[in-house]
């Protein structure tokens, strides 16, 4: 077919010619055009919506592709993609508009994430749903980029809630079912749960082998199979017991090719899906790799050195060895893997505790001394305002999980948290078993009363069942808390809220305007929120008491059977 140059020959053609004309690659479509010619022909095909929509989407994919190939600029797609779009369309085209302007992310992100934001709101599920999915990588990528460790969790929780979004709207949505399984292995490895790795990969690639077989795409999608390969060779490279290599050359040999593969150019000029992969590798040689390489090979420097001294290494491998040897005597990073190593190991011991209080507690340590570390093991183990919220948050999740409590009555699901409280070494009273007349207990009861070694008191907990916003019941409990802590305690009174609600996401912001417009005996200063788990809700509140700042904490626990 002869090259098509401008709007007029290719109206000329027929419906079958302008579908097959999109089949040449980008260097070679309309190859005899001029940048411009090749922008305004594509920017009419694509802006008629007259034109056939499955010819307009093909124009989409050959605009990017030539962005790609750099026949045309990012600047290009996006003033066709965004400049000079004219708003909501057909739901092929617009799918496609919105899947390829993640390609052109890194040109101008906010605007970019505006038009997915704005997919979210689209009449068609699958537009919604390609919205969602693009949310999720941005965030995804931004994770992998994150200095923080903190930030990077924040970052992957938000992608998982988008990929989670994504596959609501499509129940087949495969690719987003695979991002949300990355996105909770990164969070597993942050938080130091390392023995995860092997059954990831099995399901990553059955969800790939499902990709394949319910795509009609020509083969696997590139970035899907990108990022299963990095984790795969990660998880052999951590399978190398450097000490039982007989021939070290091949064991180098291996090891470079394993690291090449994580880092696999495949991808890597792909426009923003090659800036995501980097992104991962990256992510995964600094967070992983680094680490391993200065704990396996710190006493094996001279073998290093033997290796490097052969004459006609390829370049590639003296920069492979060069890093390894430079990072096997990496004394600060020797330093830093000893304090990510009993991190670990508090975090198997103390499941209950939070990632975030186990690292504000670490960050205490300066000498790395067995003292520092013992001091820090203790200061966990002791019950605090600190621990206590965590081991509440871990005694509502442990009777979230016993379908027996799902129809229980309010006393006997305050018992079963006084009962795990007790069990976590805490001096519990349990109100709920103490004088209940048949009618349950009197209006000046609370319903646990925990108290420090001192006997004095420690923690108030108010608890109540709501299936909506009872606001007259509310109010009941949110003053009784308040008459019966007649000290003051600073930091560790709670609502318990056990809901029965169809939407707990409906309720919890019901009850959290609730609670910012109510008068309390103390003034309410501030509340802030905090989202765990999206079983379990807990908000903050700040009341000054006497010029002293003191915490009232609600935590929502969603208890229906079955509940959206």
Same mark, same amino acid.
């Given at each position: 077919?002869?090259?098509?140059?401008?709007?007029?020959?290719?109206?000329?053609?027929?419906?079958?010619?302008?579908t097959n004309i999109f089949d040449a690659t980008g260097d070679d479509f309309a190859a005899s055009a001029s940048t411009?010619?090749?922008?305004?022909?594509?920017?009419?095909?694509?802006?008629?919506?007259?034109?056939?929509?499955?010819?307009?989407?093909?124009?989409?994919?050959?605009?990017?592709?030539?962005?790609?190939?750099?026949?045309?600029?990012?600047?290009?797609?996006?003033?066709?993609?965004?400049?000079?779009?004219?708003?909501?369309?057909?739901?092929?085209?617009?799918?496609?508009?919105?899947?390829?302007?993640?390609?052109?992310?890194?040109?101008?992100?906010?605007?970019?994430?505006?038009?997915?934001?704005?997919?979210?709101?689209?009449?068609?599920?699958?537009?919604?749903?390609?919205?969602?999915?693009?949310?999720?990588?941005?965030?995804?990528?931004?994770?992998?980029?994150?200095?923080?460790?903190?930030?990077?969790?924040?970052?992957?929780?938000?992608?998982?809630?988008?990929?989670?979004?994504?596959?609501?709207?499509?129940?087949?949505?495969?690719?987003?079912?695979?991002?949300?399984?990355?996105?909770?292995?990164?969070?597993?490895?942050?938080?130091?749960?390392?023995?995860?790795?092997?059954?990831?990969?099995?399901?990553?690639?059955?969800?790939?082998?499902?990709?394949?077989?319910?795509?009609?795409?020509?083969?696997?999608?590139?970035?899907?199979?990108?990022?299963?390969?990095?984790?795969?060779?990660?998880?052999?490279?951590?399978?190398?017991?450097?000490?039982?290599?007989?021939?070290?050359?091949?064991?180098?040999?291996?090891?470079?090719?394993?690291?090449?593969?994580?880092?696999?150019?495949?991808?890597?000029?792909?426009?923003?899906?090659?800036?995501?992969?980097?992104?991962?590798?990256?992510?995964?040689?600094?967070?992983?790799?680094?680490?391993?390489?200065?704990?396996?090979?710190?006493?094996?420097?001279?073998?290093?050195?033997?290796?490097?001294?052969?004459?006609?290494?390829?370049?590639?491998?003296?920069?492979?060895?060069?890093?390894?040897?430079?990072?096997?005597?990496?004394?600060?990073?020797?330093?830093?893997?000893?304090?990510?190593?009993?991190?670990?190991? =508090? +975090?198997? @011991? &103390?499941?209950?505790? $939070?990632?975030?209080?186990?690292?504000?507690? %670490?960050?205490?340590? *300066?000498?790395? #001394?067995?003292?520092?570390?013992?001091?820090?093991?203790?200061?966990?183990?002791?019950?605090?305002?600190?621990?206590?919220?965590?081991?509440?948050?871990?005694?509502?999740?442990?009777?979230?999980?016993?379908?027996?409590?799902?129809?229980?009555?309010?006393?006997?699901?305050?018992?079963?948290?006084?009962?795990?409280?007790?069990?976590?070494?805490?001096?519990?009273?349990?109100?709920?078993?103490?004088?209940?007349?048949?009618?349950?207990?009197?209006?000046?009861?609370?319903?646990?009363?925990?108290?420090?070694?001192?006997?004095?008191?420690?923690? =108030? +907990?108010? @608890? &109540?069942?709501?299936? $909506?916003?009872?606001?007259?019941?509310?109010? %009941?409990?949110?003053? *009784?808390?308040? #008459?019966?802590?007649?000290?003051?305690?600073?930091?560790?009174?709670?609502?318990?809220?056990?809901?029965?609600?169809?939407?707990?996401?409906?309720?919890?912001?019901?009850?959290?305007?609730?609670?910012?417009?109510?008068?309390?005996?103390?003034?309410?200063?501030?509340?802030?929120?905090?989202?765990?788990?999206?079983?379990?809700?807990?908000?903050?509140?700040?009341?000054?008491?006497?010029?002293?700042?003191?915490?009232?904490?609600?935590?929502?626990?969603?208890?229906?059977?079955?509940?959206?």
């Amino acid at each position: 077919m002869a090259s098509v140059t401008n709007i007029e020959q290719f109206r000329e053609l027929d419906l079958g010619d302008r579908t097959n004309i999109f089949d040449a690659t980008g260097d070679d479509f309309a190859a005899s055009a001029s940048t411009t010619e090749l922008y305004n022909l594509l920017k009419t095909i694509i802006l008629d919506r007259d034109e056939n929509s499955y010819v307009r989407k093909r124009a989409i994919e050959t605009l990017t592709e030539s962005v790609f190939v750099d026949r045309l600029k990012p600047r290009h797609g996006l003033s066709v993609l965004m400049d000079e779009w004219g708003g909501p369309d057909e739901t092929f085209v617009e799918v496609q508009r919105v899947k390829d302007l993640f390609l052109l992310y890194e040109s101008v992100e906010s605007e970019v994430e505006a038009v997915f934001l704005s997919a979210l709101s689209h009449p068609e599920a699958e537009v919604r749903s390609e919205g969602s999915y693009r949310i999720g990588l941005t965030h995804l990528q931004r994770a992998l980029q994150a200095k923080e460790e903190s930030e990077a969790v924040g970052q992957l929780q938000e992608a998982k809630s988008a990929f989670v979004a994504s596959h609501s709207e499509i129940e087949n949505r495969i690719d987003a079912q695979f991002f949300l399984l990355v996105c909770d292995y990164l969070v597993q490895l942050l938080n130091g749960h390392s023995d995860i790795a092997a059954p990831t990969l099995a399901k990553l690639g059955q969800i790939i082998f499902e990709f394949e077989a319910f795509s009609f795409a020509k083969g696997p999608a590139p970035l899907l199979v990108g990022f299963h390969r990095a984790l795969d060779s990660l998880q052999r490279i951590r399978w190398e017991d450097v000490s039982n290599w007989l021939d070290y050359r091949a064991g180098f040999d291996r090891l470079h090719f394993l690291v090449n593969e994580i880092q696999s150019a495949e991808l890597m000029k792909r426009l923003n899906d090659g800036a995501l992969h980097a992104a991962f590798a990256t992510f995964l040689s600094e967070r992983v790799l680094h680490p391993y390489y200065a704990k396996s090979f710190s006493s094996e420097i001279s073998r290093i050195d033997a290796r490097l001294a052969e004459q006609g290494l390829p370049p590639e491998l003296v920069s492979f060895l060069t890093e390894l040897k430079n990072l096997a005597g990496d004394e600060d990073l020797k330093k830093k893997i000893e304090v990510t190593s009993f991190r670990e190991k =508090l +975090i198997k @011991a &103390l499941p209950a505790r $939070s990632t975030e209080l186990i690292n504000a507690e %670490l960050a205490k340590v *300066k000498d790395q #001394s067995p003292h520092e570390y013992m001091e820090v093991f203790e200061r966990l183990s002791v019950p605090s305002p600190s621990t206590f919220l965590d081991d509440l948050v871990w005694a509502c999740i442990v009777l979230q999980k016993d379908r027996m409590y799902v129809t229980a009555s309010e006393n006997d699901r305050n018992t079963q948290i006084a009962n795990l409280l007790e069990g976590r070494g805490y001096r519990v009273k349990d109100q709920t078993l103490r004088g209940i007349t048949s009618g349950g207990k009197s209006a000046g009861e609370l319903d646990i009363f925990v108290e420090n070694g001192d006997g004095l008191p420690f923690s =108030l +907990i108010e @608890a &109540l069942i709501l299936n $909506s916003l009872n606001k007259a019941y509310i109010s %009941l409990h949110l003053d *009784k808390i308040f #008459s019966y802590d007649t000290v003051g305690i600073r930091d560790n009174n709670f609502i318990l809220v056990y809901s029965e609600s169809k939407n707990l996401d409906s309720l919890w912001t019901k009850y959290v305007e609730f609670v910012k417009g109510y008068e309390f005996p103390f003034p309410l200063v501030s509340v802030a929120e905090k989202a765990l788990y999206a079983g379990l809700r807990i908000a903050r509140g700040i009341h000054n008491r006497n010029g002293l700042e003191v915490a009232l904490s609600h935590i929502m626990v969603n208890l229906r059977p079955n509940s959206d």
